[in-house]
C-alpha cells in the first residue's frame, strides 16, 4: 500500500491545498497531533461545513411540505420514523465522506470509472433530472412563503436566485462556504417558533420513543405512502453526490475523518429536530380542528399556525421556510455542477472563479434559472411536478445507495478504508428496504387504488426476495474475506491512486444478473411514471 501514499487520485487542482472553512483554517503542511480540547475545537471549527450543508439542505422546501403532513394529519404518531432514519442517516453519509476523503474523486467520475459509461451517464443523467425538478420544488417553497408575507411572486423568485447564485459566483471557498452556514443558522428559526406555539411536549416524546400508527385510520395506504414519502425526503440520491464532491472541494483528507464525522453528526442533530419541529407545529395548530386531516401546503401550514399563536409566528415559519428553500437551491444545485465537472473531467471548484472554471458556473446559474423560470409561467403544473419529484426520487433512490455500497467494498477504490462487516449488514437492509419503497411508490403512481393489503404483499415478496439476495451475497463477501482478509495498517495515510493505475473491476455472474435485474426494473419504472405524469399533465 506504501506505493499509493505520494500519488493522489484528485482531479482538479484546486482540491489540494490548506483547508479555507468558514470557521476557520488548516494549513496544507499542518501534520502536527491536536492535543488538548482548544485544539481540537479549532481544529472542528475549521471542518465543520459538509455535513451540516448536506444535512440542513435536506430539511428545504418539499421536507417541510412532508412533515408538515405527517403533523397536520396525523399529529405525533409517525415521530418515530425520525429516530429510525438517525442510522440510516449517518451510515449513507459516512460512506460518502469516506470516499471523498480517501479518493478525492467524485460520486459519479468513480461510478463511471468503475462500472462503465452506461452507469456513469445514467447516474449524471438521473441526477439531473431529479434536481431540476427539485429546484422547482425549491423555487414552489419561495413563492408560498413570499405570498405569505405579501411579497411580489415576480421579484421575490428572481431575488432568491439572484442570492444562490452570487453565493457561489464568488470565486472563493471560504465566502460561499460562510454564507451555507449562515443560511444553515438560520433553519434554527424552527426552534423559537416551536417554544411560542408550545406543542405538547409530553406527546412529542411520545411520538419518539412509542412507534405506533393512528387509531382507527381510513387510509391506511396514504398512510403509508407518506411514511415512504417520509423516507425518501431524509434520504435524497443528490446528498451522496454532494457531500462526497464537497468534502473533496474542501480539502479534507483521511486523517481529518473524525472531525468531518463530528460534523455530520451536528448535521444530523439539526435536521431531525427541525424536522420533528415541524411535525410538532403541525400537530399542535390543527388538533382538534377542522383541517385536522386535510393537509394541503405549507400556505396552509403557516395559516394555521397564525390562527393557533399569533401573526407573529406564522409570518416567521414563512421566513423559516424561504430560508429552507434557498439553502436547499444551495446544495442540489452544487451537486449537478460537481458531477458534471467529475465526469467531464472539467475544473469544478469554488476555489476557483468563474472565468477558470467557466462550465462549472454555467451548470450551477443554468440549472437555478430554469428553474426560476418555470415556477413564474402562468399556469405551469407545479403540482404534477413536485409529485413527480417525489415519485422519481423514490424509484431510482435504490441504484444510488447500491452504487455507494459497492464502491465502499472496492478495495482498490479504498484500501484499507472499505467497509467493515457491520456496516455491509446494515447497508444492505437499507438497500432492500430501498428497493421495496421504490417499488411500492412506482405501483401507486400507475395504479392509485392500490390497496394497504396489496402493498403489504408487496413488501412481503420484495423482502422474502432482498433477504435471499442479502444471504447470498453476504456468504460470498465471507468467504473472499477469510481468503483475502483487510489491512488496516497505516491508513491514515492512505489515498487512492490515479483512475488510470486501478485495474477494471471483475464482475461476478450473481452480480451480472443484479445489475441487470436493476437497470431493467429503473428503465421500466422510469418510463412508465413519465408517461403517467405526462398524460395527467395533459389531461389537466
Not at 428553474?371 to 431510482?396: D, H
Request: overall charge positive; aromatic content about 8%.
Amino acid at each position: 500500500m506504501t506505493s499509493a501514499v505520494n500519488r493522489s487520485a484528485v482531479l482538479d487542482s484546486a482540491h489540494t491545498g490548506d483547508i479555507k472553512g468558514a470557521l476557520g483554517t488548516i494549513r496544507f503542511d499542518d501534520d502536527g497531533p491536536r492535543r488538548g480540547l482548544p485544539a481540537k475545537l479549532k481544529t472542528l471549527l475549521a471542518i465543520v461545513g459538509p455535513g451540516l450543508i448536506v444535512m440542513v439542505g435536506d430539511n428545504d422546501a418539499g421536507a417541510f411540505a412532508t412533515y408538515g403532513q405527517a403533523g397536520q394529519d396525523y399529529g405525533t404518531h409517525l415521530l418515530w420514523t425520525l429516530l429510525l432514519l438517525v442510522p440510516v442517516l449517518y451510515v449513507n453519509q459516512e460512506m460518502v465522506l469516506r470516499l471523498g476523503a480517501v479518493t478525492g474523486v467524485g460520486h459519479a467520475r468513480l461510478i463511471l470509472e468503475r462500472f462503465g459509461k452506461f452507469w456513469g451517464a445514467f447516474s449524471v443523467l438521473d441526477l439531473f433530472l431529479l434536481n431540476a425538478l427539485t429546484l422547482v420544488t425549491e423555487f414552489i417553497g419561495v413563492t408560498m412563503a413570499a405570498g405569505y408575507l405579501g411579497l411580489p411572486k415576480l421579484l421575490s423568485v428572481v431575488l432568491a436566485a439572484g442570492v444562490i447564485i452570487a453565493a457561489a459566483f464568488t470565486g472563493s471557498f471560504r465566502r460561499f462556504e460562510r454564507t451555507a452556514v449562515l443560511f444553515c443558522l438560520g433553519s434554527l428559526l424552527l426552534i423559537p417558533i416551536s417554544v411560542a406555539a408550545h406543542p405538547p411536549i409530553g406527546r412529542l416524546v411520545h411520538g419518539f420513543a412509542v412507534p405506533s400508527l393512528p387509531a382507527g385510520s381510513t387510509g391506511m395506504a396514504a398512510l403509508m405512502l407518506l411514511v415512504i414519502g417520509i423516507v425518501g425526503t431524509t434520504v435524497a440520491p443528490w446528498q451522496l453526490f454532494f457531500q462526497q464532491s464537497y468534502v473533496i472541494d474542501k480539502r479534507i483528507t483521511p486523517r481529518f475523518l473524525r472531525y468531518e464525522k463530528a460534523d455530520l453528526w451536528l448535521g444530523i442533530v439539526i435536521v431531525v429536530v427541525g424536522a420533528a419541529a415541524i411535525t410538532g407545529l403541525g400537530a399542535a395548530a390543527f388538533a382538534g380542528t377542522k383541517d385536522f386531516g386535510h393537509f394541503t401546503d405549507s400556505t396552509g401550514m403557516a395559516k394555521g399556525l397564525a390562527a393557533y399563536a399569533g401573526k407573529t409566528v406564522g409570518a416567521l415559519f414563512a421566513v423559516a421556510l424561504l430560508d429552507a428553500s434557498i439553502i436547499g437551491a444551495f446544495a442540489v444545485s452544487l451537486s449537478s455542477a460537481y458531477a458534471l465537472g467529475d465526469v467531464l473531467g472539467i475544473k469544478h471548484s469554488l476555489h476557483r472563479g468563474v472565468k477558470q472554471a467557466k462550465g462549472f458556473y454555467a451548470v450551477y446559474a443554468g440549472l437555478i434559472g430554469v428553474a426560476a423560470t418555470i415556477v413564474l409561467i402562468p399556469g405551469s403544473p407545479l403540482g404534477l411536478l413536485t409529485e413527480g419529484v417525489q415519485t422519481l426520487a423514490g424509484v431510482l433512490l435504490p441504484s444510488a445507495t447500491v452504487f455507494l455500497l459497492l464502491l465502499c467494498n472496492d478495495r482498490q477504490v479504498l484500501g484499507p478504508w472499505v467497509n467493515g462487516r457491520a456496516t455491509n449488514v446494515f447497508t444492505s437492509v437499507v438497500v432492500g428496504l430501498l428497493v421495496t419503497l421504490s417499488v411500492v411508490l412506482t405501483v401507486a403512481v400507475l395504479y392509485p387504488g392500490v390497496t394497504a393489503g396489496q402493498i403489504l404483499k408487496i413488501v412481503a415478496v420484495c423482502a422474502g426476495a432482498g433477504g435471499a439476495a442479502g444471504g447470498y451475497g453476504l456468504l460470498r463477501r465471507r468467504a473472499r474475506t477469510a481468503a483475502s482478509p483487510v489491512d488496516r495498517t497505516g491508513r491514515e495515510h492512505w489515498r487512492m491512486p490515479p483512475l488510470t493505475e486501478l485495474a477494471r473491476p471483475v464482475m461476478t455472474t450473481g452480480g451480472k444478473i443484479g445489475m441487470g435485474a436493476l437497470r431493467t426494473y429503473l428503465a421500466v419504472a422510469m418510463v412508465l411514471v413519465i408517461v403517467k405524469i405526462a398524460q395527467a399533465v395533459l389531461a389537466g
